[in-house]
C-alpha cells in the first residue's frame, strides 16, 4: 500500500496534512494553515524537499527524544515528525518520507 498526505480541518478552523505510510503511520504533520490552498501547497513543499537531505534537521525534544523536522527551501518548517525511540528510528522516519512524499496520493477530508 502506497503512502498517502490526508488533510483534514482542525476544531479551531485551520487545516492540517498528515503524510502516512503505507501502513497508516502518520510520519509527518503540518502545522495550521489558515487556507486549505496553502495547506495543499505545503503538501507540494514536502513532495519538493523530501529527496533533499539537506532540509531535515535532526532535533532532541525537552525530554531527550529524537524527532525531525523538514524545511522549505525558504527555512520555514513544512512538517513535523513524530517522536522517536532512538536515531535509528528516527533515521527509519526520515527514509520513509523520502520514500513515501514523492508519490503520496492525496486524501482531503477537510470540507
Known amino acids: ?3 498517502k498526505f490526508v488533510i483534514s480541518k482542525r476544531s479551531n478552523g485551520e ?3 498528515v503524510l502516512k505510510a503505507g501502513n497508516g ?3 509527518l504533520s503540518s502545522e495550521g494553515y489558515k487556507a486549505k490552498d ?3 501547497n505545503g503538501v507540494e513543499s514536502v513532495r519538493a524537499n523530501s529527496q533533499n537531505d539537506a532540509r531535515y534537521e535532526r532535533k532532541t525534544s ?3 527524544r529524537p524527532y525531525f523536522v523538514l524545511k522549505a527551501g525558504n527555512g520555514e518548517i513544512v512538517g513535523t515528525s513524530e517522536l522517536y525511540s ?3 528510528a528516527l533515521e527509519k522516519g526520515i527514509a520513509s518520507v523520502r520514500l513515501n512524499a514523492p508519490t503520496a496520493v492525496l486524501d482531503d477530508h477537510a470540507v
Open 1 to 3: 500500500m502506497a503512502g
Open 15 to 17: 487545516f492540517q496534512f
Open 25 to 27: 503511520e502518520p510520519i
Open 38 to 40: 496553502s495547506c495543499a
Open 62 to 64: 525537552s525530554n531527550d
Open 86 to 88: 532512538s536515531t535509528g
